[in-house]
T-cell receptor, first 114, second 118 residues
Framework: GDSVTQMEGPVTLSEEAFLTINCTYT??????LFWYVQYPGEGLQLLLK?????DKGSNKGFEATYRKETTSFHLEKGSVQVSDSAVYFCALSDPYNQGGKLIFGQGTELSVKP | KAGVTQTPRYLIKTRGQQVTLSCSPI?????VSWYQQTPGQGLQFLFEYFSETQRNKGNFPGRFSGRQFSNSRSEMNVSTLELGDSALYLC?????????????????FGAGSRLTVL
């Protein structure tokens, strides 16, 4: 079945460091790919998405490119801030499955120190 | 516009009891999905309702059930609670229009209901 694998955390960085969180997936067809972020005590918020190969999603300085050839969707940010400390989830949705079923990775906790 | 509202935010139950959680989606959204989040299993899909009908279902026992009302509000119920049911239960809504690429609908999540089973 479809699955998502993320790099394990926690990841600890200093402010203004470069961030990469790896995400690879297994799926039939061409899934849509998402990054969600969860701040402490809150639900998930959509960070960015990409719906077809070579699409680049971007938001708030974060970027991820849909790489069909490597089945990857790595999250990057050039300069992290303390406020970016959160748990990040990579997810996919089956293009043949309408609506609200997402398959999530296990999440990567990011801690940014001043 | 108002976001996805889940109630209650926190609750404590004992083994064997049952619990009902409520979710009010964003106005105009017709799809409501439920997820269970635990430290060990991560985020797992429970089920999705669209226009009062269950459209997708995850791999959970029959103790977990849900329904959706004509105003798109949804409830999920867990009967005969077990210790392992302790989790954060997240509800998400989406529009799921009839056009556009299926699967690309963006989910908007609520803050969750944290259930503790003693």
């Amino acid at each position: 079945g479809d699955s998502v694998t993320q790099m394990e955390g926690p990841v600890t960085l200093s402010e203004e460091a470069f961030l990469t969180i790896n995400c690879t997936y297994t799926a039939t067809g061409y899934p849509s790919l998402f990054w969600y972020v969860q701040y402490p005590g809150e639900g998930l918020q959509l960070l960015l998405k990409a719906t077809k190969a070579d699409d680049k999603g971007s938001n708030k300085g974060f970027e991820a490119t849909y790489r069909k050839e490597t089945t990857s969707f790595h999250l990057e940010k050039g300069s992290v801030q303390v406020s970016d400390s959160a748990v990040y989830f990579c997810a996919l949705s089956d293009p043949y499955n309408q609506g609200g079923k997402l398959i999530f990775g296990q999440g990567t906790e990011l801690s940014v120190k001043p | 516009k108002a976001g996805v509202t889940q109630t209650p935010r926190y609750l404590i139950k004992t083994r064997g009891q049952q619990v009902t959680l409520s979710c009010s989606p964003i106005s105009g959204h017709r799809s409501v999905s439920w997820y269970q989040q635990t430290p060990g299993q991560g985020l797992q899909f429970l089920f999705e309702y669209f226009s009062e009908t269950q459209r997708n279902k995850g791999n959970f026992p029959g103790r977990f059930s849900g329904r959706q009302f004509s105003n798109s509000r949804s409830e999920m119920n867990v009967s005969t609670l077990e210790l392992g049911d302790s989790a954060l239960y997240l509800c998400a809504s989406s529009y799921t229009g009839t056009s556009g690429r299926a699967g690309a609908n963006v989910l908007t999540f609520g803050a969750g209901s944290r259930l503790t089973v003693l």
